[in-house]
């Protein structure tokens, strides 16, 4: 029988104190965010700002696995060419 990999559940990205969310230091570490990003972001009290400090953080990211997707496809591309 196959063992199935257990999927461990993510830590909360921000805990709750007083009336607003802050940032879960740990896990902004692990997401790749430097201690000066995550020192902004935790200096912020707004809310709606730390929303709109983590999604540019996140489409940066994404921009970055777009670049990555390019170079894989074009090394596939070449192994193809190779093959034939």
Do not use: W
């Amino acid at each position: 029988m196959k063992q199935i990999a257990s999927i461990s559940t993510p830590t909360f990205l921000f805990r709750r104190e007083s009336h607003f969310m802050k940032p879960d230091y740990e896990s902004l570490i692990n997401a790749g965010l430097s201690k000066e990003e995550i020192a902004k972001i935790s200096g912020c009290e707004d809310q709606e700002m730390q929303i709109r400090m983590l999604r540019k953080y996140r489409y940066k990211l994404l921009d970055e696995v777009h670049e990555k997707q390019q170079s894989l496809d074009a090394i596939d591309y070449m192994i193809c060419k190779i093959k034939k």
